[in-house]
């Protein structure tokens, strides 16, 4: 179990070392910064909406970099070790093939969990100076107004700046990415090239934010037969809901989620990643190198 | 009766191909048997099947039918890898590695300890010759230092059996010349080599037995000096000795109704040649 653990664990730091070292990680996280700076120059039409304006856009940056980073690296993972051919060295080692899936991903998310960590300091940080300027101008304007107005504007302000469903937003975003990352594993175990993995995921991403609306269509606006259940229940059991991991929009409007709710949010991410691994795992097991 | 290091009874490889009725028969009823500390020279042509072979005993393919044993127990369990090292053909490895960080990963995967791997990747350095270029990344190293930690990598967990997939391929030949030491080393430890290759002078130099495959047939196999052996001749080099009693010796043969096939001075080998000139300039 323990030499198991540690095959697992040198695939994966290996793993983490690779994609560490790709340029578009780099570039991704350009991209990334690039977007949080851009909330800089926001036309302000009041403090709150300032403050809520900018935590939407380092969300959405955050988020999207994630997930394009969890599609772009996990994709290239297998047929790069199949290219440079590291993989029949590695399998003719004592290593079973599960332990050099388990590596690839834990390593694909120990890289995602240190570049969340990376762009929420930066994103928190951002956010946490805004909302102190916020505060100090709003305090300074309304010196003269009543003091149960001025706790209502410093109210809205907190709820708008760093607090704990900004917290629980980012670590739904972590969720969101490593779900993804195990998808795109899943596809890589039968796929031949990257290009193959990243157009399949591309229609995953897109089906997996449009099947809430079109659940709510189908099964809300018409009087949905057992065939559209059928086929909608499928969707669901392949396709992630990727868009119940987006919490920035209510946040944005001042919804607060409970425990519970991320735990459950925690708990269907988990039944997704196990799902996807197991069946990449058979189809890899089975596959002829 | 001692086990075969390696056994494989009868195994045929059939590759489906997708959308066709066509198949693709990589190996046919091939039989195999290599003894423990025998290096075995598995020849053929591009295609001929070689490297299928190496996979299905590496477990990296299953056969069709047939199966391949090793010391003994089937190849499908995942302990028989800890006998076996594995130098794949053209191997680039995690070019973003170094040397030793390379080593230092094949050893975990191996289950070696951290202090043990750590004596065994400086001794495997040593002894490839790369203990200058530890700390340098793979994707500085030229073909012939790739291979070279592509046989240490093999040999980290010291296995019983080392399988090496056409090592010299596109090295030069003072790189090929090293790589052939080590195999030869490595035989001296008691470990069964199987090597494949289409290079013959460097499988004649080293193997102890070949076995010919063509279009997935082993259509020849025994020792080298059986199937190389002329019977009806003989082959002797003197020296310092006259050119006239050679004479005499030659009208010696022919009053017994031998026949001199050839008489010439015997004359080095190119890669000899080449050896002793870039060495003379390297000194």
Redesign the interface.
Known sequence: MS?SL??I???AR?TF??LA?LRVFYVLILFALVLIISSSFIARISFQQELQVTRDIALGAINFFLSMLAIVATAQLLPRDLE???I?????????RFEYMMGKFFGVLGLLTISLIAMSVLCLAVIHLREGSAVRETMQQMTQSPPEELERALTGLHQAGVNQDLAFALLLTLMKAAVLASATLCISSFATSNIFTISAMAMVYLVGHLETIARDYWLHQHSAGWLIRAFLALVLLFFPDLQAFNLSDQIIAGASLSSLALTKLLGLGAVYIVGYLVIAIAIFTQR?? | MTEPAIRVSDVTKIFPTPFRRRRIVALQHLNLEIAPGEIYGLLGPNGSGKSTTLKIILGLIQPTRGSVRVFGRDNSTVAVRRDIGFLPENAYFHKFLTGTETLRFHARLSGLGSRESKSRIAELLETVGLTRAADARLSTYSKGMLQRIGLAQALIHRPKILVLDEPTAAVDPAGSRDIQNLIASSKKTGTTILLSSHLLTQVQEVCDRIGILHRGKLIREGRLEDLLAIENQTEFIVENTTPEFLDQLERQIASVNGRVVLRRKPQTSLEQLFLKVTETRDE
């Open positions: 030499s540690g095959r664990g040198a695939i290996t070392i690779e070292r440079d051919r590291v029949y060295s590695v399998l003719a080692k004592p290593v079973r002829e190198l």
